[in-house]
């Protein structure tokens, strides 16, 4: 504990000791001025216990039980916070501040029933926008948005640009799906130079769980597959474009260069992907698609391509399933995913699911897993799959999968940091096992490297 706060603590209990022997008016008064300092410097504990001290003296004291009830709950010391706003009641059962303040006290709770119906009441004697905002956040809290964004509405009618009016708009439409709107109203009072802290910083969640409406991103992958020991690798450079809003629309070029596992010449091919999907908080519908220029592995000019949709649904998890239909020289591939994703805590993420593929009249299913951490700017993941499938559905592998070898497992680990808000780093790097002709084990691995950047 520093000097500072030690000090700050031997002066209240001094003044604490002091109301004990029974102060005089000039002490009390002393007292009051030293209980609102601290609470000015934001050390809200100490003025709760200097105001409490006062109470103990003065309980009949209403307008300093107001000021204890209020320093305790800017300390989020909720049950002295309602003790304090309750006595005060009993003293002044009329009291509009007094019922005010208890309704934040209630919210600091979650107790969103004893909200709405505290907050009603009060309406019912005046039309402010401060009333009106909390009475739609008890409202988006029990579900009721419609009501929560007429409120809302309200809030924002009697008093234009209230950041409180502003976010209560923006919660509920989020809720519904109106990713335009809600982006429009958390910019606004995330701009906002007169809007509190915790306006700002809800208007910053907001933003950060509707993701970024543009993102630039390079990266680098490294290919390397050994039977033996022979050792075929290779590169692949990838430029992605994505633009994000309630439409995605997402553009990726790839350059691939390697020898061939078999020893053949090297080979050098392009490859073009688009993605088309619209979005919304609680759901997702992306259609891709991709071309594979196969001129630098055949003789003749020959592509392969990728067609395939996936979806993704919020409720209680995060569903995800994804079907794809891709078609090479030597394969017709459809492969179908369905996984859930379910985020325990805000650092924590664990996904789960299955993965079947069918290539010419043959299906094999695969088990697929992930377990992630991470923090505001920084991720980490492992994970991995078990079972046999035919080949990877990707095809900036294919010329190293001219057979079809049966995957028996991977291992996965991969790793983000954001150096700032707009520029990102990854990494990743993969280990994939599988047999070929029953008995030769065929080791992949796969290092990537990668940037993007935020506009």
Do not use: C, K
């Not at 800017?74 to 208890?102: H, K, M, Q, V």
């Not at 906002?192 to 993701?211: M, N």
Request: glycine share 12%; charged share 20%.
């Amino acid at each position: 504990m520093s000097a500072r706060r030690v000090l700050s603590w031997g002066v209240a209990l001094v003044a604490v000791a002091a109301l004990a022997e029974g102060p005089s008016p000039a002490d009390y008064r002393a007292h009051l001025a030293r209980a609102r300092a601290v609470a000015a410097e934001g050390r809200f504990v100490e003025a709760g216990a200097l105001f409490d001290a006062a109470v103990q003296r003065y309980p009949e004291d209403f307008a300093l039980r107001l000021e204890a009830a209020f320093a305790w709950m800017r300390a989020a010391r909720w049950t002295d916070a309602e003790r304090e706003y309750r006595a005060a009641l009993a003293l002044n059962a009329d009291s509009f501040d007094a019922r005010l303040g208890l309704a934040d006290v209630l919210a600091g709770q979650g107790r969103w029933a004893q909200v709405r119906d505290t907050t009603g009441a009060l309406l019912g004697e005046r039309d402010e926008p401060a009333l009106h905002t909390r009475h739609a956040l008890a409202h988006f809290w029990l579900g009721d948005l419609a009501t929560a964004q007429r409120h809302s509405a309200r809030a924002l009618a009697l008093s234009p640009g209230d950041p409180d009016a502003l976010l209560g708009l923006a919660w509920v439409a989020l809720r519904q799906g109106d990713v335009a709107a809600a982006r429009a109203d958390f910019e606004r009072v995330h701009s906002s130079t007169t809007a509190p802290p915790q306006a700002r910083a809800s208007a910053e969640e907001g933003l950060a769980s509707l993701g970024p409406r543009h993102r630039v991103g390079a990266s680098v992958h490294g290919l390397g597959q050994g039977t033996g020991t022979q050792l075929a690798g290779g590169g692949v450079l990838t430029v992605d474009l994505t633009l994000e809003d309630a439409w995605l629309v997402a553009g990726r070029y790839r350059f691939l260069t390697a020898p061939v596992a078999s020893g053949a010449d090297g080979w050098a091919q392009h490859e073009g992907w688009l993605r088309l999907g619209w979005r919304s908080p609680r759901a997702e519908v992306v259609l891709h698609g991709a071309l594979l220029d196969l001129s630098g592995l055949t003789p003749s000019s020959e592509l392969a391509w990728l067609l395939g949709v996936s979806g993704r649904v919020r409720a209680v998890a995060d569903w995800l399933g994804s079907a794809v239909l891709s078609r090479s020289p030597t394969a017709t591939v459809l492969q179908g995913e369905l996984g859930a994703r379910v985020a325990p805590a805000r650092w924590l993420s664990v996904s789960l699911g299955a993965r079947g593929q069918w290539v010419d009249g043959a299906g094999r299913i695969a088990g697929v897993g992930l377990v992630q951490v991470g923090g505001e700017r920084w991720t980490m993941g492992l994970g991995g799959a078990y079972g046999p499938t035919f080949r990877p559905v990707e095809l900036d592998v294919a010329a190293l999968y001219l057979v079809s070898n049966e995957l028996r497992w991977r291992g996965t680990a991969r790793a983000s940091v954001g150096l700032t808000s707009r520029w990102w780093v990854s990494a990743s790097y993969d280990l994939e096992a599988y047999l070929e002709g029953g008995a030769d084990d065929r080791l992949l691995h796969r290092v990537s490297l990668g940037v993007s950047f935020v506009p």
